[in-house]
Protein backbone atom coordinates (compact mmCIF):
# COMPACT_ATOMS: atom_id res chain seq x y z
CA UNK A 1 0.00 0.00 0.00
CA UNK A 2 0.74 3.79 -0.88
CA UNK A 3 0.47 5.10 3.02
CA UNK A 4 1.38 8.70 2.04
CA UNK A 5 -1.15 8.46 -0.34
CA UNK A 6 -3.76 7.18 1.69
CA UNK A 7 -2.62 9.26 4.52
CA UNK A 8 -3.16 12.58 1.60
CA UNK A 9 -6.44 11.10 1.00
CA UNK A 10 -7.68 11.16 4.83
CA UNK A 11 -6.26 14.42 5.43
CA UNK A 12 -8.62 16.31 2.45
CA UNK A 13 -11.46 14.05 3.50
CA UNK A 14 -11.41 15.15 7.11
CA UNK A 15 -10.51 18.83 6.11
CA UNK A 16 -13.73 18.68 3.83
CA UNK A 17 -15.49 16.73 6.65
CA UNK A 18 -14.87 19.56 8.79
CA UNK A 19 -16.01 22.31 6.27
CA UNK A 20 -19.67 20.43 6.16
CA UNK A 21 -19.39 20.40 10.01
CA UNK A 22 -18.88 24.14 10.32
CA UNK A 23 -22.19 24.80 8.37
CA UNK A 24 -23.99 22.79 10.67
CA UNK A 25 -22.70 24.18 13.31
CA UNK A 26 -22.73 28.01 12.40
CA UNK A 27 -26.68 27.25 11.40
CA UNK A 28 -29.76 26.13 13.84
CA UNK A 29 -29.75 22.20 13.93
CA UNK A 30 -31.80 19.48 15.19
CA UNK A 31 -30.90 16.33 17.49
CA UNK A 32 -31.64 13.23 17.53
CA UNK A 33 -31.23 9.92 19.17
CA UNK A 34 -29.57 6.76 18.65
CA UNK A 35 -30.67 3.55 20.15
CA UNK A 36 -27.93 3.95 23.38
CA UNK A 37 -29.41 7.57 23.76
CA UNK A 38 -25.96 9.27 22.78
CA UNK A 39 -27.12 12.76 20.59
CA UNK A 40 -26.45 12.61 16.59
CA UNK A 41 -26.87 15.70 14.32
CA UNK A 42 -26.83 16.08 10.43
CA UNK A 43 -23.40 17.12 11.06
CA UNK A 44 -22.72 13.43 11.94
CA UNK A 45 -24.23 12.03 9.10
CA UNK A 46 -22.45 14.78 6.43
CA UNK A 47 -19.32 14.49 7.61
CA UNK A 48 -19.32 10.71 7.51
CA UNK A 49 -20.92 10.73 4.35
CA UNK A 50 -17.95 12.78 2.91
CA UNK A 51 -15.34 10.55 4.35
CA UNK A 52 -16.62 6.91 3.59
CA UNK A 53 -16.43 7.06 0.02
CA UNK A 54 -13.23 9.27 0.15
CA UNK A 55 -11.68 6.08 1.54
CA UNK A 56 -13.32 3.26 -0.07
CA UNK A 57 -12.38 5.17 -3.54
CA UNK A 58 -8.73 5.33 -2.58
CA UNK A 59 -8.49 1.53 -0.84
CA UNK A 60 -11.72 -0.55 -2.24
CA UNK A 61 -9.80 -3.65 -0.71
CA UNK A 62 -10.02 -2.05 2.87
CA UNK A 63 -13.04 -2.27 5.37
CA UNK A 64 -14.41 0.78 6.60
CA UNK A 65 -15.86 0.69 10.20
CA UNK A 66 -17.75 4.22 10.83
CA UNK A 67 -20.01 5.21 13.52
CA UNK A 68 -23.03 6.23 11.79
CA UNK A 69 -22.48 3.11 9.60
CA UNK A 70 -22.52 1.05 12.54
CA UNK A 71 -25.25 2.88 14.14
CA UNK A 72 -27.40 1.95 11.10
CA UNK A 73 -26.21 -1.89 10.43
CA UNK A 74 -24.64 -3.04 13.57
CA UNK A 75 -21.33 -3.01 14.22
CA UNK A 76 -19.24 -6.12 12.89
CA UNK A 77 -18.93 -9.22 13.94
CA UNK A 78 -15.34 -9.58 13.72
CA UNK A 79 -12.50 -7.32 12.44
CA UNK A 80 -10.26 -7.85 9.50
CA UNK A 81 -6.21 -7.65 9.97
CA UNK A 82 -6.48 -4.30 8.32
CA UNK A 83 -9.40 -1.80 8.09
CA UNK A 84 -10.39 1.71 8.62
CA UNK A 85 -12.21 3.39 11.64
CA UNK A 86 -14.19 6.73 11.29
CA UNK A 87 -15.86 8.65 13.91
CA UNK A 88 -17.02 12.00 11.51
CA UNK A 89 -17.56 14.15 14.57
CA UNK A 90 -16.28 12.55 17.67
CA UNK A 91 -17.82 14.58 20.74
CA UNK A 92 -21.22 15.21 19.69
CA UNK A 93 -21.63 16.49 23.03
CA UNK A 94 -19.46 19.38 22.58
CA UNK A 95 -20.46 20.35 18.98
CA UNK A 96 -23.85 20.78 20.54
CA UNK A 97 -22.74 22.90 23.61
CA UNK A 98 -20.84 24.98 20.44
CA UNK A 99 -17.29 24.71 22.81
CA UNK A 100 -15.35 23.82 19.86
CA UNK A 101 -13.84 21.20 21.39
CA UNK A 102 -14.45 18.34 18.61
CA UNK A 103 -13.19 16.76 16.03
CA UNK A 104 -13.12 14.37 12.90
CA UNK A 105 -10.92 11.03 13.44
CA UNK A 106 -9.56 8.87 10.78
CA UNK A 107 -7.55 6.04 11.58
CA UNK A 108 -5.99 3.03 10.00
CA UNK A 109 -5.61 -0.03 12.02
CA UNK A 110 -3.13 -2.67 10.96
CA UNK A 111 -2.99 -6.37 13.25
CA UNK A 112 -4.75 -4.52 16.03
CA UNK A 113 -2.52 -1.13 16.32
CA UNK A 114 -3.58 2.23 14.91
CA UNK A 115 -0.48 2.62 12.05
CA UNK A 116 -2.20 5.98 10.12
CA UNK A 117 -4.15 8.78 12.00
CA UNK A 118 -5.65 11.92 10.98
CA UNK A 119 -7.43 14.47 13.72
CA UNK A 120 -8.92 17.40 12.77
CA UNK A 121 -10.09 20.25 14.59
CA UNK A 122 -13.03 21.68 12.53
CA UNK A 123 -13.14 25.10 14.63
CA UNK A 124 -9.68 25.84 14.38
CA UNK A 125 -8.67 24.04 10.91
CA UNK A 126 -5.82 22.65 13.48
CA UNK A 127 -5.42 19.02 12.50
CA UNK A 128 -2.57 16.06 13.78
CA UNK A 129 -1.48 13.59 11.20
CA UNK A 130 0.62 10.53 11.87
CA UNK A 131 2.19 7.52 10.01
CA UNK A 132 4.42 5.55 12.26
CA UNK A 133 6.95 6.41 14.63
CA UNK A 134 8.43 9.89 14.44
CA UNK A 135 5.68 11.51 12.00
CA UNK A 136 3.91 13.01 14.07
CA UNK A 137 2.50 16.48 12.96
CA UNK A 138 0.59 19.31 13.33
CA UNK A 139 -1.04 21.28 10.62
CA UNK A 140 -2.50 24.95 11.31
CA UNK A 141 -4.69 25.76 8.32
CA UNK A 142 -2.92 26.08 4.71
CA UNK A 143 0.62 26.61 6.78
CA UNK A 144 3.45 23.70 6.31
CA UNK A 145 3.06 20.79 8.92
CA UNK A 146 5.31 21.08 12.09
CA UNK A 147 7.11 18.00 13.66
CA UNK A 148 5.74 17.32 17.20
CA UNK A 149 6.74 15.27 20.11
CA UNK A 150 5.51 14.20 23.52
CA UNK A 151 7.25 15.73 26.37
CA UNK A 152 9.59 14.39 29.46
CA UNK A 153 7.06 14.59 32.49
CA UNK A 154 8.30 18.78 33.48
CA UNK A 155 10.33 18.63 37.49
CA UNK A 156 6.76 20.86 38.53
CA UNK A 157 4.61 17.90 38.21
CA UNK A 158 2.18 16.57 35.05
CA UNK A 159 -0.43 18.64 33.44
CA UNK A 160 -3.36 16.02 33.29
CA UNK A 161 -6.11 16.37 30.94
CA UNK A 162 -9.54 15.36 31.44
CA UNK A 163 -13.61 14.90 30.17
CA UNK A 164 -16.12 17.15 31.33
CA UNK A 165 -18.96 15.13 29.59
CA UNK A 166 -17.65 11.74 30.96
CA UNK A 167 -15.20 11.32 33.79
CA UNK A 168 -15.42 10.12 37.38
CA UNK A 169 -14.00 12.62 39.52
CA UNK A 170 -14.16 9.98 42.02
CA UNK A 171 -12.12 8.08 40.13
CA UNK A 172 -10.06 10.05 38.56
CA UNK A 173 -8.90 11.77 41.91
CA UNK A 174 -7.97 7.81 43.53
CA UNK A 175 -5.74 7.80 40.61
CA UNK A 176 -4.00 10.91 40.91
CA UNK A 177 -3.88 10.96 44.84
CA UNK A 178 -0.02 9.53 44.86
CA UNK A 179 1.07 11.36 42.18
CA UNK A 180 2.57 14.93 41.61
CA UNK A 181 0.43 17.58 39.31
CA UNK A 182 1.08 20.62 38.42
CA UNK A 183 -2.33 21.44 36.70
CA UNK A 184 -5.45 20.02 35.47
CA UNK A 185 -6.83 20.67 32.08
CA UNK A 186 -10.54 19.84 30.65
CA UNK A 187 -11.07 18.86 27.00
CA UNK A 188 -13.26 17.59 24.43
CA UNK A 189 -12.86 13.90 22.14
CA UNK A 190 -9.59 13.29 21.05
CA UNK A 191 -7.95 16.70 21.31
CA UNK A 192 -6.91 15.07 24.52
CA UNK A 193 -5.05 12.45 22.91
CA UNK A 194 -2.95 15.04 20.64
CA UNK A 195 -2.91 17.68 23.78
CA UNK A 196 0.04 14.60 24.82
CA UNK A 197 1.21 14.08 21.25
CA UNK A 198 2.49 17.85 21.39
CA UNK A 199 3.91 17.89 24.45
CA UNK A 200 1.40 20.22 26.17
CA UNK A 201 0.13 17.48 28.49
CA UNK A 202 1.37 14.60 30.19
CA UNK A 203 -1.39 12.14 31.25
CA UNK A 204 -4.74 11.63 30.15
CA UNK A 205 -6.58 8.84 32.43
CA UNK A 206 -9.98 7.30 31.21
CA UNK A 207 -12.19 5.04 33.58
CA UNK A 208 -15.11 5.02 31.53
CA UNK A 209 -15.39 2.89 28.10
CA UNK A 210 -15.13 4.49 24.70
CA UNK A 211 -15.66 2.93 21.22
CA UNK A 212 -12.70 2.40 19.13
CA UNK A 213 -13.34 5.05 16.43
CA UNK A 214 -13.36 7.59 19.28
CA UNK A 215 -9.30 6.77 20.08
CA UNK A 216 -7.71 4.94 17.10
CA UNK A 217 -6.67 8.24 15.32
CA UNK A 218 -5.51 9.80 17.91
CA UNK A 219 -3.67 6.39 19.65
CA UNK A 220 -1.73 6.95 16.32
CA UNK A 221 -0.52 10.35 16.32
CA UNK A 222 -0.24 10.15 20.52
CA UNK A 223 2.04 6.94 19.19
CA UNK A 224 3.92 8.33 16.34
CA UNK A 225 5.06 11.10 19.03
CA UNK A 226 6.40 9.06 21.38
CA UNK A 227 3.98 8.06 23.73
CA UNK A 228 1.49 5.53 24.48
CA UNK A 229 -1.73 4.05 25.12
CA UNK A 230 -2.76 1.27 27.56
CA UNK A 231 -5.35 -0.24 29.50
CA UNK A 232 -5.50 -0.38 33.01
CA UNK A 233 -3.97 -3.49 33.60
CA UNK A 234 -0.77 -2.55 31.64
CA UNK A 235 -1.29 -4.03 28.01
CA UNK A 236 -1.70 -1.96 24.74
CA UNK A 237 -4.82 -0.89 23.71
CA UNK A 238 -5.90 -2.73 20.93
CA UNK A 239 -8.19 -2.89 17.85
CA UNK A 240 -10.50 -5.41 16.23
CA UNK A 241 -11.89 -6.10 19.69
CA UNK A 242 -15.56 -7.62 20.29
CA UNK A 243 -18.16 -4.93 19.66
CA UNK A 244 -15.32 -2.24 18.62
CA UNK A 245 -15.43 -1.30 22.79
CA UNK A 246 -12.78 -0.16 24.76
CA UNK A 247 -12.05 -0.79 27.94
CA UNK A 248 -10.36 2.21 30.36
CA UNK A 249 -6.93 2.96 29.93
CA UNK A 250 -4.10 5.45 30.45
CA UNK A 251 -2.43 7.75 27.92
CA UNK A 252 0.78 9.09 28.90
CA UNK A 253 3.42 11.14 27.03
CA UNK A 254 6.87 10.70 27.67
CA UNK A 255 8.07 8.59 31.04
Known amino acids: MDLDRLLAVSLDAARRAGAAIMEVYAADFAVGRKGDASPVTLADHRAEAIICPALRAAAPGIPVVAEEECEARGVPETAPERFWLVDPLDGTKEFINRNGEFTVNIALVEHGLPVLGVVLVPTTGIAYTALGAGTARRWRGTAAAEPIGARPVPPEGLTVVHSRSHESSAA ?4 LADKK ?34 T ?18 GTALRYGKPGFRNPGFIARGLP
Not at 183 to 210: I, N, Q, W
Open 172 to 175: LGAY
Open 181 to 214: VAAMRVSGSSVKLCLLAAGEADLYPRFGPTMEWD
Open 216 to 233: AAGHAVLLAAGGSVVTHE
